[in-house]
Antibody, heavy 122, light 105 residues
Framework: QGQLVESGGGLVKPGGSLRLSCAAS????????VSWIRQAPGKGLEWVSY????????YYADSVKGRFTISRDNAKKSVFLQMNSLRAEDTALYYC???????????????WGRGTQVTVSS | DIQMTQSPSSLSASVGDRVTITCRAS??????LNWYQQKLGKAPKLLIY???KLQSGVPSRFSGSGSGTDFTLTISSLRPEDFATYFC?????????FGQGTRLE
């Protein structure tokens, strides 16, 4: 069964940086868009960013534009989220999810990872 | 942004009950609506895509319907493993958005 596994979360001070990773196994990856989605405590899901299979098409939510950078390494079947200038409001559980239809976006997301927790606090 | 409004936010039900959850979009999204199940500490799981298409491996007691702005997820007869949070997602717009979730307890 294919899966995605996130890592890299942790506790960081405001203004700090973290780099999240999303590793795929057992599923096709290089042709698919991948998104990062977050869920703050007690809140709903918020889409953060996507990257196309080639890495040439990238998009960010306004709330993270200029601070977060998404990238991917298809040889390692991984997607990354570099998060700089972190704020308290970035505190959330961060999920990666694969867009189910190769070469196309947006569609339904399958699979998702279990998430990695990011906490921004002094 | 397309706003997705789910109701109810929580729902108390019993094993064997028929349950319906509603998702309303702030504009016409055709049938670009997907449903997921989320259990604590686990990855969200796709149930329904394209408003009414059952994802492979998902039990047939789950069904989805609707188009335009109003959509429903129905569980025909609740099983113990169905107690979870359910949320909708629109894939009509590049800026995908989600409902706030319905907790089934």
């Amino acid at each position: 069964q294919g899966q995605l596994v996130e890592s890299g979360g942790g506790l960081v001070k405001p203004g700090g940086s973290l780099r999240l990773s999303c590793a795929a196994s057992g599923l096709t990856f290089s042709d698919h868009y991948v998104s990062w989605i977050r869920q703050a405590p007690g809140k709903g899901l918020e889409w953060v960013s996507y990257i196309s299979g080639s890495g040439l098409s990238i998009y960010y939510a306004d709330s993270v534009k200029g601070r977060f950078t998404i990238s991917r390494d298809n040889a390692k079947k991984s997607v990354f989220l570099q998060m700089n200038s972190l704020r308290a409001e970035d505190t959330a559980l961060y999920y990666c999810a694969r867009d189910a239809v190769p070469g196309n976006y947006p569609n339904w997301l399958d699979p998702w990872g279990r998430g990695t927790q990011v906490t921004v606090s002094s | 942004d397309i706003q997705m409004t789910q109701s109810p936010s929580s729902l108390s039900a019993s094993v064997g009950d028929r349950v319906t959850i509603t998702c309303r979009a702030s504009q016409n999204i055709n049938t670009f609506l997907n449903w997921y199940q989320q259990k604590l500490g686990k990855a969200p799981k796709l149930l329904i895509y394209g408003a009414s298409k059952l994802q492979s491996g998902v039990p047939s007691r789950f069904s989805g319907s609707g188009s335009g702005t109003d959509f429903t997820l129905t569980i025909s007869s609740l099983r113990p493993e169905d107690f979870a949070t359910y949320f909708c997602q629109q894939s009509y717009s590049t800026l995908i958005t989600f409902g706030q979730g319905t907790r089934l307890e």
